[in-house]
């Protein structure tokens, strides 16, 4: 507002100010961050509902596969935008998915540890990485963007380096027969609600083999965990007290300090954040393929990142949503499943991707421009 | 003596060499509004800080409510009821009106263990809050970014003296406004010290202290050229007492000869 409007003098009272308007509840709806996501996974079906609904994209089993997929990436695009709208970023995610396996298979098979304690033991190693991401990020002020950089290749290096120091390969089979019975794996390996389908089956609505047990056999356990970190962290940031230092601390480092929020805490947790679901993403996979990789997880610290834009995140912190990057990671999951149901060659999965985030960041720099601007 | 809410006796900060404060001292009575009149590089930014538990000071003593205190940080400073309202006023543009309200401090509820931000309190709050000082958040969940830079200023006033500020100290909140947000700002803060606070304004704009302030500090180059009354200054007197009033005299001067040099 300039001097202009003194022509009003006699009235001081904002609300009295002609020139403010009211806002519709349309554009409230816009500018709820995960907007941009939503409507992008609702095209995105509609997409493959007219291209591939005949195809069995859309039969139970083509539904759980690239929910699978969706939920993979989805767990730690979650995770990367919990941090991102904390104003960090973390590239070491992919590495991380690697050193989890490794952190998990090695001492399983070599070691003879219990699958459990193993488990417990890469997860403590994620704790440990996210930490010194962390404080390294917040002691030194370095950009999160190069401290993590480097951390990718140090993990990376290091899961390469230590497996074949080991086990003198890069691979690391053999995992699938310690899940039976152990206390904890299940957790990352059981399909849930098998009886759903064992009834579908029965009733013949889904597709059978020809043993007659359903082709789709339950909710894969990426499924239910995407599911219940999405709850659970869009919980944290609209309910939360630290949900509000998370938005404080991306939005105004320094603004945020001086009324007191911790935001050296709020960001050393959100970076342990990123390295655990990288290990929940690693556990799940090594545990469903039986064998882990030294490269597995290679970049997907981009995909998440990706994911999370497309979820509204802005680059800069402050702003974004959690159910956001979830719907980000189920347009990813679907179009990169769905696109072999259709004739385009699957190579061009990669240029949608980037399409994709080219239109997002436009878009959400449109928005703060939007949501910044003062009247 | 201790009718002062708060005093700063004699206070002094050095950095190295340099000396950014020499016994500066201010006196302030609840209700009072005190301006901190002083050009750019007075030492105003130090001071602040040094208000503000950010610097300690390395002479002088600091007295609230009668009792000398030392402040060790900025939480110390906000816990004698001493609150400091920077000029970037520490909001997040990006967040709501009602979070940035309560960030930091917000309100909760539920059982030991599940709290959670008690989101439809802290909206009633500030809405009423601001609705106070004739704001209308129409939405409180609206962000902040929407918000003139009067409202902001007021938001962020509103805020301290939510959370219990008795000393406002207050940096430059009117120097990016226009004159008519200028004019309700200057009014919420007369409001505020009516209601029985202490009111430190730092500016350098005399035209906007002159109608709010009881007494005036001016401040040159680190040292205090004393505290007047309203009654024993005019607005004339103050603006030339700050190195810029001194300086633009000289100047006018300077250009009145040079253009009878050049008329003849």
């Known amino acids: ?375 | 003596m201790s009718d002062y809410l708060v005093q700063f006796n004699n206070i002094s900060k050095f950095f190295g060499k340099v000396i950014a404060l020499k016994d500066v001292t201010m006196k302030l009575r609840k209700g009072e509004i005190m301006c901190l009149l002083g050009d750019n590089g007075a030492g105003k930014s130090t001071l602040i800080k040094t208000l503000a538990g950010v610097h300690k000071p390395d002479e002088g003593e600091i007295i609230v409510e009668g009792r000398k205190t030392i402040f060790d940080s900025p939480k110390d400073a906000l816990d004698m009821g001493i609150a400091t309202v920077y000029q970037d006023l520490a909001l997040v543009s990006l967040m709501s009106v009602t979070r940035n309200f309560f960030m930091g401090r917000e309100p909760m509820k539920g059982p030991p263990f599940f709290k959670t931000f008690d989101i439809e309190k802290a909206n009633k709050i500030a809405a009423e809050r601001m609705g106070q000082i004739g704001i209308d958040v129409r939405d409180p969940s609206q962000a902040v970014g929407t918000m003139s830079g009067g409202e902001r200023q007021c938001l962020a006033i509103s805020r301290a003296i939510y959370f219990g500020a008795k000393v406002l100290v207050l940096d430059e909140p009117t120097s990016a406004l226009g004159v008519h947000q200028a004019s309700v700002v200057l009014k919420y803060i007369v409001k505020a010290a009516s209601q029985g606070l202490a009111v430190i304004l730092i500016t350098h704009n005399v035209h906007h202290a002159y109608p709010v302030g009881n007494s005036f500090t001016v401040l040159n180059r680190g040292k205090s050229l004393g505290t007047y009354e309203k009654k024993d200054i005019s607005r004339e007197k103050l603006l030339s007492m700050m190195a810029g009033g001194e300086e633009l005299n000289k100047l006018e001067v300077e250009l009145q000869e040079m253009n009878r040099s050049s008329a003849n």
């Open chain 1, 1 to 375: 507002m300039s001097t202009k409007s003194k022509s009003i003098e006699s009235k001081t009272d904002f609300n009295q100010d002609e020139r403010l308007k009211k806002v519709s509840n349309l554009k409230v709806l816009l500018n709820r961050p995960e907007l941009g996501a939503l409507g992008g996974a609702i095209l995105v079906f509609i997409f493959f509902g007219i291209v591939a609904g005949d195809t069995g994209m859309f039969s139970a089993y083509g539904i759980l596969n690239f929910l699978d997929v969706s939920a993979n990436l989805g767990i730690i695009a979650i995770a990367a935008a919990m941090l991102m709208i904390g104003g960090e970023f973390d590239l070491s995610i992919g590495s991380m998915i690697g050193f989890a396996g490794i952190c998990i298979a090695i001492p399983a098979i070599y070691w003879g540890w219990p699958l459990w304690m193993s488990i417990i033991f890469a997860f403590s190693m994620a704790v440990l990485v996210g930490y010194f991401n962390g404080i390294l990020v917040v002691r030194t002020g370095l950009p999160s963007f190069i401290v993590t950089l480097a951390m990718l290749f140090i993990l990376r290096g290091a899961t390469l380096a230590l497996t074949r120091l080991i086990t003198g390969r890069t691979q690391v089979p053999g995992l699938r027969v310690l899940i039976e019975n152990d206390p904890i794996a299940w957790i990352f390996a059981t399909d849930s609600f098998k009886w759903v389908f064992t009834w579908l089956g029965s009733m013949n609505l889904i597709a059978l083999r020809t043993d007659g047990s359903p082709l789709a056999t339950g909710i894969p356990p990426s499924v239910i965990w995407f599911i219940a970190l999405a709850i659970l962290t869009t919980w944290i940031l609209m309910k939360t007290r630290y949900g509000n230092w998370i938005f404080a601390s991306g939005g105004d480092k320094n603004g945020a300090n001086n009324v007191g929020v911790p935001v050296g805490r709020v960001k050393i947790s959100l970076f342990i954040g990123t390295a655990v679901a990288a290990t929940i993403f690693a556990t799940i996979q090594v545990l469903d393929a039986g064998s882990a990789d030294t490269m597995r997880g290679t970049l997907k610290e981009l995909e998440a990142i990706a994911a999370a834009v497309v979820g509204g995140c802005l680059l800069t912190g402050g702003y974004g949503s959690a159910i956001g990057a979830a719907f980000g990671a189920l347009i990813f999951g679907t179009v990169s499943m769905g696109i072999f149901y259709t004739d385009v060659d699957t190579d061009w999965f990669k240029v949608f991707l980037g399409a994709m985030m080219l239109i997002a960041v436009i878009f959400n720099n449109f928005i703060r421009r939007k949501v910044t601007e003062s009247k």
